[in-house]
């Protein structure tokens, strides 16, 4: 074998054998964060089956909208929402990117990057290496995605109505004329505040204004 072609397999294999080495770790981690944010989504869950008992409504849906932060496609946690009747008001595209909680996004966003850096560094040093240069392409196009659910996922608006006799109001003050009633319970996509207020609108469409007390966010943090 020549000298060129032996480097080649080396730096092949090295790459391969790193890049393995990421994915599992990756892999592993993820494996264990779903373990353990499993075990919050049937905390919240019970927590708001313990709501329903006592007839909040609105804590329960606060709390299975929580749990199904950390467990977006558990069965027990859709059926949960279910039961409470919450509907969804945030955008298809942001409840699609929840289906994978933010943890994994990371666990991605690691991978992707890693992997993106040892393929360039591979289509660097053989310039006509192209299998690596997908790679890099395929791993920045992972990566972009990731970063982009993160993003989304941080700038989280929904929220839960908690206070009861709401008025979806017109305007941001208190005398202003209620267009409907916004009962304990709704989900609602939370936008701009101006001073006690915050402009929100729920799974129907309706837009107004709500007191920010009356309301809880689902991101706890």
């Known amino acids: 074998m020549k000298r060129h072609d032996r480097r080649r397999a080396i ?82 595209v942001a409840r699609a990117l929840r289906t994978v909680t933010t943890r994994e996004w990371f666990a991605l966003a690691i991978a992707a990057g890693w992997t993106a850096g040892l393929a360039l560094a591979l289509a660097l040093w053989r310039r006509t290496n192209r299998r690596a240069r997908r790679v890099v392409f395929a791993a920045a196009g992972a990566l972009v995605v990731s970063v982009a659910a993160i993003v989304e996922s941080n700038a989280s608006s929904a929220a839960i109505v908690t206070a009861t006799d709401v008025g979806l109001l017109v305007a941001p003050y208190a005398s202003a004329q209620t267009s409907a009633p ?29 007191p920010r007390r009356s309301i809880e966010p689902v991101d706890e943090g």
């Not at 090295?14 to 779903?34: G, H, P, Q, R, S």
């Not at 075990?39 to 299975?64: I, S, T, Y």
């Open 11 to 92: 730096a092949r294999l090295t790459m391969t054998i790193a890049a393995c080495l990421v994915l599992f770790c990756a892999a592993t981690a993820t494996k264990n964060l779903l373990a353990s944010e499993t075990a919050r989504a049937r905390a919240f869950v019970a927590e708001g089956q313990r709501d329903l008992a006592k007839n909040d409504r609105a804590g329960a849906a606060l709390a299975f909208e929580r749990g199904r932060l950390y467990a977006p496609r558990a069965d027990f946690v859709r059926a949960s929402i279910a039961a409470a009747d919450v509907k969804d008001a945030e955008a298809p």
């Open 182 to 210: 916004m009962p304990a319970g709704t989900m609602v996509v939370v936008g701009s505040p101006y001073d006690d207020y915050v402009h929100v609108e729920d799974a129907d469409g309706r837009q107004g204004w709500v």
